[in-house]
């Protein structure tokens, strides 16, 4: 039972350290990464998208 209990505790914290780490404020985001982002999707969207199912 402790062994479940260590195992648990070490995921938790590890869960917790991650979220902190991308989630730190010193993290900004950047608009022209946003924007490239979007714009992928977009292209993305357009080859594959549901409009372009032929079913």
């Known amino acids: 039972m402790e062994t479940i209990i260590g195992i648990l ?9 991650t ?3 991308l989630n730190r404020p010193e993290h ?3 608009p022209r990464e946003d924007e490239e982002q979007m714009e992928y ?3 993305w969207s357009e ?3 549901k409009a372009n199912r032929k079913e």
Do not use: F, I, P, Y
């Not at 505790?9 to 350290?17: D, P, Q, R």
């Open 19 to 21: 979220a902190w780490l």
């Open 41 to 43: 999707l977009r292209e």
């Open 28 to 30: 900004t985001k950047d």
């Open 9 to 17: 505790a070490l995921c938790a914290v590890m869960l917790g350290g």
């Open 47 to 49: 080859k594959h998208g």
